[in-house]
Structure formats: structure tokens, C-alpha cells
């Protein structure tokens, strides 16, 4: 998995989660941890020799509302990975509220938004249009959609797509804390981007402007120092 070999080579200090589940992607952070998922499913030990692990069962804006994650940790996220609600909203929220809480030099990671089939990005898992998907089992909603959104409004985000099967892993870095941009154009976004109706033609298009990266190409701490900064 290229999020353990993140966690080994770039040893960050603190880890932040959103949508935990089981906890197998917390399973493999040794850092400091916070966790956000509405309804846990832990199976096992995922603290393991992690100095501290704190779990918080509410939504993420709930915990973004309530919770300072700076002060949590007592200093900023180094590595972050969003894995939340599959709605493209929502992604883009966590997005902009784990932010004001990193180093330019942290690393988010973004989940699900390089999906390898048009029906699995329906934006309900009830939508009879998910059994045409050839991956009938996944189900990524329209998250993707944060890539170009990011790309229009954040051209200096330094932004990495892994083809980590089954639906690709995102990097983004040379972050700004103090940006308000996302903050002032949320509205105008919203109205941009979301559609009751999936779009093949602009799902499509997406894919034409992406240069995806093997993750097997940055197997050592060596090469991971290339590209990231932590």
C-alpha cells in the first residue's frame, strides 16, 4: 500500500483521517493520530506504538466545528489522508478546513478521484446506474471532481496522481494555510460543479488532463525526497 510506504519514508510527526472505517489505513500510521469518521468499524489494534490516537465519531464538518486540530496535535498536520463522504462537496470542504491546518510542505491525500469507470461516480450508491459500472463493487461518487476545481482556483497546489488501483490516490502539496480563496468561491464552485446528473462528457475530458504517476516508481525514502517535502 503507498500510503505505509509514505508513513515509512517520509516519518511524519502527526497524521490526520477522515473516514477510518476499520482503521486500516490508521493501522499504518506510528505518528501522532486524530481520526473522524461517523460510525467507526475498527477492527483490531490501531494504535499500535503511536504516542497518541484520538477517534472522533461525528461527521467531518461536526468536528471541523467544534475541534481545533492544531491544537490537538500542538502543531501543524504533516501528512493527511480524506477518504470521507464520496461527494465532491464534501471532499472539497475537508480539503480546504485540513489545510488551514498544515505547513506549506505537508502532504494531503486525496482518495477515490481517479475512477476508472464513468457509472461508479454517481452521487447515490442507490442509483440503478452503479450495476452498469464494470466495478459494480466501488463506488467513488463524484470526487473527482475537486481535481479540476483545485486546478481553476489553486494552480499552485503541487498536485500528484498515483495510479494506486483500484481508484488512485491524489498528493498535494506547496499548500497555504492562510488562503482564503476556496473560502470566497465556495458558492460560485458549487454552482460550477454540482449537478443532480452525472456528466459523461465532462468525466471524460477529466481524464484527457490527467498524467498519472506509477507509485512503484517512488519505492524509496530517496525517491519519495524528490517529491515530496515534509
Known sequence: MFINTLHLSLKPKTYFEIGTLNGDTLRLANAASVAVDPYFRIDGDVVGRKPSCMLFQQSSDDFFASHN??????????????DGMHLFEFLLRDFMNTEKHCRKNSI???????PPGFFMTVRDPSDPLLAKSRF????????WKVIPVLRSYRPALSITMFG??????????????????LDRAY??????????????EAYDNYW???????????????????????
Open 108 to 114: 494531503i491525500l486525496l482518495h477515490d478521484c481517479l
Open 164 to 181: 494506486c488501483p483500484p481508484t488512485g490516490l491524489v498528493s498535494i502539496t506547496n499548500l497555504d494555510p492562510a488562503s482564503q480563496t
Open 69 to 82: 486540530t492544531s491544537q490537538l496535535f500542538g502543531a501543524p498536520i504533516d501528512l493527511a489522508f480524506l
Open 136 to 143: 459494480a463493487q466501488w463506488w467513488t461518487g463524484d470526487v
Open 208 to 230: 484527457t488532463t490527467l498524467s498519472i504517476e506509477k507509485s512503484s516508481e517512488y519505492s524509496t525514502a530517496h525517491h519519495l525526497a524528490t517529491k515530496f517535502w515534509l
Open 187 to 200: 458558492a460560485e464552485i458549487l454552482d460550477r460543479f454540482s449537478s443532480k446528473d452525472i456528466d459523461r
